[in-house]
């Protein structure tokens, strides 16, 4: 590290972070844990209950299994494919042309619209026969999904830009095909963007709401296909009024992501690269 | 013959990804029993109505006046979220202190718990502070940084940036304030870029937190006024729904259009090369 | 709007403590320094009856120039979720909008204010139609009192029914002459269009028929109506029904975006009455029937509802002002005026009866059909049981089953059972 460093300056950068992480994320995060391990009803004060809501989930509950099953599905389909596509487009749209700005908007136009009620509208007209089938209305969640790939292809193009030139200019000039500088190049010096999308669009993956919400009348229907892990803690929480259930689903879904993220940093060593690494 | 190969191949992407926004768009036209009972694109006979029940008011409240409060709410938070996310993401890509591993760790974990639940006692804070009812809820938590996915996004970005470069600004003389402003920043203007239009169209579109914290007619943004007509049983607010929706994406895709060239200035064009 | 350092670190503190809960101050509705008292009202609806609200606070503005109400107002769940919130926040709006599904949920946790001793003095009650009273009490308590009364009905379209042969609805009529009249029409007109819009998963119809038969969804103290068996065979009716081809096919049902009468996906359709004006009517323009319920023993087993009610919090502070409002918004005449039919046929009878001048037609078709039937109607229920609404959603979600054939209506029921005592139960 280099000298005259002080420890204080990061402190300094990170002061509105530690401002807003001590007010509003950390202590409603805590409240939430006691939360789990009490019955909550909204209004009256929390009663002690120990890990209660946690075996109940666990053990008796059905349809926090179908929850879990449906979530996970969800995940698995849902975020490689958009990923795919996003990079895919992402390359095929990044070069030199007038019609570039257009393009890159039109791809981004599904994104704007959200997964609002007026999308979920659209999407029943469309889907029509596929969203009352339990084999097939996750399907037209997972494309809902898919075809709003906007964001996680903007962060691609971005990253594609912020490769340097030079770098293709030399592997040019070694002669390398297009695979090539792909493989040699391009997944290397986007990796930590490609990273990044990956562990993101797997978090929010994990937290899809508001199409299956709309999609199903907040049902998860039909026959619990749709039921999705968040829609399910909502309808505990705000439905039953069990917030001490909803938080005990809470607080193992942030366990059970977390995870995932953990496991996903851990194999990044060996495939992501750093501009920053010694 | 290759640029025309090009062109065709992203138009033919484009035309089953576009389709249900076109029809989206065509079924602001049509009358309400048709939006529901015809798949057919084309309305059978086009009609205005939608759209003029959106010229009056909404229980007094003009409908400019949405538009209005969304912008400001949107802006807001894209300003804030610029300037609060690099700060903090410069201190976690590029300096060292004791707790980093840590705070990263926690700062991930803030966005793993589902956004309904964590409002409730976010909601008791504003509640207490006084300022529910405002647009303070809804903008504070961005200058305070607790967006965690830019911050990470960010960190992301500025760690591709060869690190010989501050280094080179450090024997210079800067000090990591200098580097952060000269070097680093203009480095990642894309996700600079990014951030800002990210943040102001999912700020525009988001309904729950604006649900939650928002309670006078006057201060409604576009969300809250477009879910007014989304009452489950009533087929007649279709229409003017889907109109609003097509009204409401105008301002945001002219937004993106406008800002995405942007994202296209970045490493190249900096002037800094590696 | 500014936020002081203070104020910051207040709300830093209360954020990791927390511990009180809904124990926050109101921020609003307190007197101003004028002497005006600031009222915070909250309902549901859509923009449509936002209109009309915003003419009834108007006009409760030049009537009692001392308060001000401002109004809060999203879409049913919506409503509920900031309802929840802002009470569990310990922000609650003074008056407010409550539906039955929820009443008990909030009044069992002292959200409500009881405004029995409040009747006959600050609110007026003696014009509301009493057997709309029980849906707000509980027990010798009052909770909400009924802003509109509203009963379910089938719609059909008469001229296809005709085409087809069915025999239409008559006084008396079996639901196995339904069966018969949708498997007649599915017959004429399918497969595209079907005789009925399958109504076998949604609980309230079943409980319209349980009350044909002397049982009830729920006890009057709240407790289940109903036994397995009762499950079992209103699903084996609805088999039956789907051998008969008489109702939608699952795809047509499972439709969300609206239902399938008004899609012209089927030929009859049972849904409240204060639905019609918004739905049907637009796409038969009028050209359709309403009839009461067809019964499985005696009567037609429908009760009056009231699809809202008002509501005081109980911890306002500005009580008095409160109940003004409360009782200019049932008894006003001019405010009645206003309203119309926007939250169902007018509670209060007095103003029912000057109301059939100024109806439009769909209104005025709604509104004789009540005429008509309202003194066969039962009274409103007791407010269901904390869980009614899960079980509500629960029996839909079963029914799913049965309905796509992948569980018999024996292997369903007990399911439904368990779900229900979990539901109830805890």
Known sequence: ?278 | MRRALWHLAVLALLVPLLYPILWLTFASFKPASEIVQSLALLPRDAILDNYQRLTGDFAGVPAWRFFVNSTIVAGGCAAANVASCSLAAYAFARLRFRLRGVLFAFMLATIMLPVHIVLLPQYTIFQRLGLVDSFWPLILPKLLATDAFFVFLMVQFMRTIPRELDEAARIDGCGSIRIFGAVVLPLVRPALVTTAIFTFIWTWNDFLTQLIYLSTPEKYTLPLALRLFIDQTDQNSYGPMLALSALAIVPILLFFAAFQRLLVEGFATSGLKG | MSVSRRALLRGGLAGLALAGTGAGTAACGDEAGDGKTTLRFAWWGSEERAKLTQQVVDLFHTRHPDITVTTTYATYDPYFQKLATEMSGGNAPDVLQMGDRYLREYAERNTLLDLTPHLGSAIHAADLEPKLLPAGALGDKTYGLPMGQTTHVLQYDAKRWTDAGAALPADGWTWDDLLTAGSAVTAKFGPKVSGISDPFGIEDWFGDWLRQQGKDLYTPAGQLGYAPEDVVRWWQLGVRFRAANAITPPAVTSNTTGTPFPRKESTAEFCPDSTIGMTSFETYGGDFALSPFPTAGTGIGQVTQPPMMISVAQRTRNRDAALTFVDFFLNDPEAGAVLGMSRGLPANLKIRETLSSTLTDEWKMVADYEAKVSPRLLPAPAPPPKGAGVVKTQFQRIYDDVMNASATPEQAAPRLMSEIQQALGA
């Open chain 1, 1 to 278: 590290m280099t000298t005259g460093e002080r420890p204080s300056v990061a402190y300094l950068f990170l002061s509105p972070w530690i401002a807003g992480a001590a007010l509003l994320t950390a202590g409603p995060m805590l409240w939430l844990l006691y939360l789990s391990f009490t019955d909550y009803d909204m209004f009256t004060a929390p009663q002690w209950v120990g890990l209660d809501n946690y075996v109940r989930m666990l053990t008796v509950d059905p349809h926090f299994w179908n929850a879990v099953l449906a979530t996970t599905k969800f995940v698995v389909f849902s975020v490689p494919v958009q990923l795919a596509a996003a990079l895919g487009v992402a390359m095929l749209i990044n070069r030199r042309s007038r019609a570039q700005g257009l393009y890159r908007s039109s791809f981004y136009a599904p994104s704007l619209l959200g997964a609002s009620v007026s999308v979920a509208l659209v999407w029943r007209v469309i889907f029509h026969d596929w969203i009352g089938d339990p084999d097939r209305a996750l399907l037209a969640l997972v494309l809902l999904a898919v075809w709003q790939f906007g964001a996680p292809m903007v962060i691609f193009l971005a990253g594609l830009q912020q490769i340097p030139p030079e770098y293709y200019d030399a592997a040019a000039v070694d002669g390398a095909g297009r695979w090539r500088t792909f493989i040699a190049i391009t997944l290397p010096m986007l990796s930590p963007v490609i990273f990044f999308n990956l562990v993101l669009d797997t978090i929010r993956a994990f937290q899809v709401f508001t199409g299956a919400y709309v999609l199903s009348n907040g049902t998860g229907g039909p026959s619990d296909s749709t039921l999705f892990y968040t829609l399910y803690l909502y309808e505990k929480g705000f439905v039953e009024f069990r917030m001490g259930y909803a938080s005990a689903m809470a607080w193992l879904l942030l366990v059970a992501v977390a995870a995932v993220t953990a496991l996903l940093f851990r194999t990044s060593r060996s495939w992501v690269f750093y501009g920053d690494d010694a």
